[in-house]
């Protein structure tokens, strides 16, 4: 259940609303940008302001500079496809905050209009959560909505800070995302099954421990799996793997078996000569993997013992490839699990950059229950954490 306040349990109308949103979007070296979800992830929130009579200031992030004005950052192109996508004129200034802009939102600004302040990560001020900073925003309006789900794990000022001086409320995106993730961990219909990819163990060390205590099933696959692999005892050749982590993973399986959660990995492995899209491959099992060699996707029989459990779950989360699926030749693994989970009966939600990328890949995102906006917030409240962009908003 989501305790917190949202936009519609606050008085919008005729109000100055300042909306964190997360316009974090790819872009080509033109500038033009490649993928616009996050943009209209925000538009329920922005147009219920408009309906509302709101006056809306917007405020985003946008890649990573460091503290200072990189032009390849400026907001420009998120401010034309907003207009685009709302037929509204969207205002961009070139600053985050001065009197002059609070001059025009106070007094030229017209109710039910847009306007967006420059990349807030221009000023390093809203990494460090700086209160002179915080009050600056603040001051541009009456109430605060966080609706970018994507930055809820930052404790930043147009985060956190910000909701110290106005009254602070969860946008629609912001309400889904924390109760769709909330309900896997509380209220998860069974079997839930948990498919974990990507390349490094240590990134979800404390999602595995905490998920081998709410599901039934939980598969690993990707780079990390040559971890827990190596942990049993097998040859894993040039693969990757983290020889720190490999205590943990057998800690992982010790935990699994006392939890009653069937701990699946791959039982044959794709296998390339070296680290290239054309590299030499082969298909062996686990218990006879070449030692220059190194994995590169999951194999055949791994693919149907993943789909098989994949057709008993009534409750899926996935999160990271299982293979380099960015290259023709090992994209087999990721797409026929993408597949698989789309065409299941359950509920299915997808978090994280990669997964996203391979769900448009192969054109499957409409065909997921939920498919989440933020991996790193995502995996944090599976973590089990609780989140700064959370925590600070006004309680039911």
């Given at each position: 259940m989501?305790?917190?306040?949202t936009?519609?349990d606050?008085?919008?109308r005729?109000?100055?609303?300042?909306?964190?949103v997360?316009y974090n979007v790819p872009l080509?070296?033109e500038?033009?940008i490649?993928?616009?979800?996050?943009i209209?992830l925000?538009?329920p929130t922005?147009n219920?302001?408009i309906?509302?009579?709101a006056k809306?200031i917007?405020?985003s992030?946008?890649?990573?500079p460091?503290?200072?004005?990189?032009n390849r950052?400026?907001?420009?192109?998120?401010?034309?496809k907003?207009?685009?996508?709302?037929g509204k004129?969207?205002k961009?200034?070139?600053r985050?905050?001065?009197q002059?802009?609070?001059e025009?939102i106070?007094?030229e600004?017209d109710?039910?209009e847009i306007?967006?302040?420059?990349?807030?990560r221009f000023?390093?001020r809203?990494?460090?959560n700086?209160i002179?900073f915080?009050k600056s925003?603040?001051?541009?309006a009456?109430?605060?909505?966080?609706?970018?789900?994507g930055?809820?794990?930052r404790a930043?000022?147009s985060v956190?800070?910000v909701?110290k001086?106005?009254?602070?409320v969860?946008?629609?995106?912001m309400?889904?995302?924390i109760?769709?993730l909330?309900?896997?961990?509380?209220?998860p219909q069974?079997?839930?099954l948990?498919?974990?990819g990507?390349?490094?163990?240590s990134?979800k060390i404390k999602?595995?421990r905490n998920?081998?205590?709410k599901?039934d099933?939980?598969?690993?696959g990707?780079?990390?799996?040559?971890?827990f692999?190596?942990?049993q005892?097998?040859e894993?050749?040039?693969?990757i793997c983290?020889?720190t982590?490999i205590?943990f993973?057998k800690?992982?399986?010790?935990l699994?078996?006392?939890?009653?959660?069937?701990l699946?990995l791959?039982?044959?492995i794709?296998?390339?000569k070296?680290?290239?899209?054309?590299?030499?491959k082969?298909l062996?099992?686990v218990?006879?993997m070449?030692?220059d060699w190194m994995?590169?996707?999951?194999?055949?029989k791994?693919?149907?013992?993943?789909?098989?459990?994949?057709?008993?779950?009534r409750?899926?989360?996935?999160?990271g490839?299982?293979?380099?699926?960015?290259w023709t030749?090992?994209?087999n693994g990721t797409k026929?699990i993408?597949n698989?989970i789309?065409e299941?009966?359950?509920v299915?939600?997808?978090g994280?950059g990669?997964?996203?990328?391979a769900?448009?890949?192969?054109?499957?995102?409409?065909?997921?229950s939920?498919v989440?906006?933020?991996g790193?917030a995502?995996m944090?409240?599976?973590?089990g954490?609780?989140?700064?962009g959370?925590?600070?908003?006004l309680i039911?």
């Amino acid at each position: 259940m989501f305790n917190k306040k949202t936009i519609e349990d606050i008085n919008v109308r005729n109000k100055k609303v300042l909306v964190r949103v997360d316009y974090n979007v790819p872009l080509d070296n033109e500038l033009n940008i490649i993928d616009d979800t996050r943009i209209k992830l925000s538009l329920p929130t922005i147009n219920y302001l408009i309906e509302n009579n709101a006056k809306i200031i917007l405020m985003s992030h946008l890649g990573r500079p460091k503290g200072e004005i990189e032009n390849r950052f400026r907001l420009d192109p998120a401010a034309k496809k907003l207009s685009q996508l709302t037929g509204k004129e969207v205002k961009k200034f070139d600053r985050i905050f001065s009197q002059e802009i609070k001059e025009y939102i106070d007094n030229e600004m017209d109710y039910g209009e847009i306007v967006m302040l420059e990349n807030l990560r221009f000023d390093p001020r809203e990494k460090a959560n700086d209160i002179e900073f915080s009050k600056s925003l603040a001051s541009l309006a009456d109430i605060y909505v966080d609706d970018a789900f994507g930055a809820a794990h930052r404790a930043h000022a147009s985060v956190a800070g910000v909701t110290k001086y106005l009254p602070a409320v969860a946008g629609f995106l912001m309400k889904k995302e924390i109760e769709v993730l909330t309900s896997l961990l509380e209220s998860p219909q069974r079997p839930f099954l948990t498919i974990l990819g990507g390349s490094k163990v240590s990134d979800k060390i404390k999602v595995i421990r905490n998920l081998l205590g709410k599901v039934d099933s939980l598969i690993l696959g990707g780079g990390m799996t040559y971890t827990f692999l190596k942990a049993q005892g097998y040859e894993i050749g040039k693969s990757i793997c983290e020889d720190t982590q490999i205590d943990f993973a057998k800690e992982m399986f010790t935990l699994a078996k006392k939890n009653n959660v069937n701990l699946i990995l791959p039982v044959d492995i794709v296998v390339a000569k070296e680290f290239d899209g054309d590299a030499e491959k082969k298909l062996v099992s686990v218990q006879s993997m070449p030692v220059d060699w190194m994995g590169m996707d999951i194999g055949d029989k791994s693919i149907e013992l993943f789909k098989k459990e994949i057709s008993r779950a009534r409750t899926i989360f996935w999160n990271g490839p299982v293979g380099v699926f960015e290259w023709t030749n090992f994209t087999n693994g990721t797409k026929s699990i993408a597949n698989a989970i789309a065409e299941s009966q359950a509920v299915t939600v997808a978090g994280g950059g990669d997964t996203l990328a391979a769900l448009k890949k192969y054109n499957l995102s409409s065909k997921f229950s939920h498919v989440s906006s933020g991996g790193g917030a995502a995996m944090e409240l599976l973590e089990g954490k609780e989140l700064p962009g959370v925590v600070s908003l006004l309680i039911k």
